[in-house]
């Protein structure tokens, strides 16, 4: 029986491959794979460049330096050597404030120095602080990290200098987010389900309840795994909290306030059905579906939103967190 009144008793080809999820990026000349972080637009290598073919010399430790004749044709394909906008606007976002230090210290990491090959000893110069390669610069100039006082500053260096390299790939928001912009669909890398999603005012919603960790039917509607693939599984209030992929979060009231504000725009029939697990009992599948938010304003309560297909209205009310209510997972683009 599918419908109810009250209560019953009764889840293109690229040289260079991004990948998101861990935010590394492999270069497909060697199958290195290079750690990165998003900054603004772009995602930064965590790592230094070590292709080597283009390497002009190593240390005692194996790090790789580059002469700046090489800098530009060393990065990966899809991939640049970042200029000096981008290095001034990745400092201004990473290297302030009261963590300055250790953020430049971590981004750093163990390299140290530049070499003059014009030097027939190869001693290394400047062993406080990191320098690394500038794009379309006069002379030989580069960022230097000061990891004793966490200062950043472009410098000019000998004109047989070599240092290190650290490229920059411009960023996907939608890979980032698992969602193939084509499709507009969302692949949680966790279990492979994939969910229909749509952009509203620069957030992207699921638009379809999350099934993630689906282990009984006891979870579903009916306490029937045939409704867990129709509408989703049921989670109590701390479980839908930790529910959402990695980059998407459970929407607090606030958004859910914004995304039904414009009710002509809504699927009435995606959104008004389902229903909810009620302790012993279950909600009427057929006309309404009931979400958590984020949000809590009383104790051992959530917020939460249902949504009347038939009617279409929408009752905005705060549940046990022992309820199972369904899941949608929202992430903003940037």
């Not at 006082?149 to 070599?162: H, I």
């Not at 509203?200 to 867990?228: F, T």
Request: charge should be positive; hydrophobic fraction near 35%; include cysteine.
């Amino acid at each position: 029986m599918l419908s109810f009144v009250g209560r019953l008793a009764v889840a293109l080809i690229v040289v260079t491959e991004v990948s998101y999820a861990d935010f590394s990026i492999r270069d497909s000349r060697d199958g290195k794979i290079y750690k990165s972080m998003p900054s603004g637009n772009l995602n930064w290598f965590t790592d230094n460049l070590s292709f080597q073919k283009s390497v002009s010399f190593r240390d005692g430790a194996k790090n790789a330096y580059y002469r700046q004749a090489d800098w530009s044709a060393s990065c990966p394909a899809g991939t640049h050597v970042p200029d000096v906008v981008e290095w001034t606007a990745f400092a201004k976002d990473r290297f302030t404030g009261p963590r300055k230090l250790s953020n430049v210290k971590s981004f750093a990491g163990k390299t140290r120095g530049f070499y003059d090959l014009a030097d027939p000893k190869h001693k290394i110069q400047g062993k406080d602080a990191a320098y690394f390669a500038l794009k379309d610069t006069n002379g030989v100039r580069a960022m230097m990290l000061d990891v004793k006082r966490g200062n950043s500053k472009v410098v000019n260096l000998p004109p047989q200098a070599v240092v290190t390299v650290r490229c920059v790939s411009e960023r996907d928001l939608y890979a980032e987010k698992f969602v193939d912009r084509k499709e507009m669909k969302m692949t949680d890398p966790r279990d492979n389900q994939k969910y229909k999603v749509e952009l509203r005012d620069d957030k992207l919603w699921m638009l379809a309840n999350l099934k993630y960790s689906l282990s009984s039917a006891k979870q579903c509607l009916l306490e029937d795994s045939v409704y867990c693939k129709k509408f989703g599984r049921f989670y109590t209030y701390n479980e839908a909290k930790k529910a959402c992929p990695a980059g998407w979060h459970l929407p607090d009231d606030g958004e859910w306030r914004d995304f039904q504000k414009d009710r002509a725009k809504l699927n009435w029939d995606n959104l008004g059905r389902g229903g909810c697990k009620d302790w012993d009992g279950f909600c009427n599948s057929e006309v309404t579906g009931h979400y958590w938010s984020s949000t809590s304003i009383m104790k051992n309560t959530g917020r939460s939103w249902e949504f009347r297909r038939q009617a279409k209205s929408i009752d905005r009310t705060d549940q046990n967190v022992q309820k199972g209510l369904y899941v949608r997972c929202v992430t903003e683009l940037n």
